[in-house]
């Protein structure tokens, strides 16, 4: 059974940092298709980054390229979002995907409030 959990969300001044980490179980994640998706109260649930492949293509909204970053952890089995330089608008539940064999997982999902 594959299962991810999301881990790392919590408050943070606008300009700071937090890293996100979504760690999987029940299948190697290093060779998957992985996403970063996040949500604001409101809005619809929006792509930030994306991971692909043995070379570990990456792709970002545009709203975030520049600041954000999406890697591999291949020792702990996960992907990681590194945040810097956060914005108010970057608040928001962030939740990682992963697709593999025609099926989407979703984890649980971890906030991140960028506040003053």
């Known amino acids: 059974q594959v299962q991810l959990a999301e881990s790392g969300g919590g408050l943070v001044q606008p300009g700071g940092s937090l890293t996100l980490s979504c760690a999987a179980s029940g299948l190697n994640i290093s060779t998957k298709f992985v996403s970063w998706f996040r949500q604001a109260p409101g809005n619809q649930r929006e792509l930030v980054a994306t991971?692909?492949?043995?070379?570990?293509?990456?792709n970002y909204a545009t709203s975030v390229e520049g600041r954000f970053t999406i890697s591999r952890d291949i020792a702990k089995n996960a992907v990681n979002l590194q945040m810097n330089s956060l914005e108010f608008d970057d608040t928001a539940v962030y939740y990682c995907?992963?697709?593999?064999?025609?099926?989407?997982?979703w984890g649980q999902g971890t906030q991140v409030t960028v506040s003053s």
């Open positions: 995907n992963l697709y593999s064999d025609h099926q989407d997982y």
């Open positions: 991971i692909s492949g043995a070379a570990g293509r990456t």
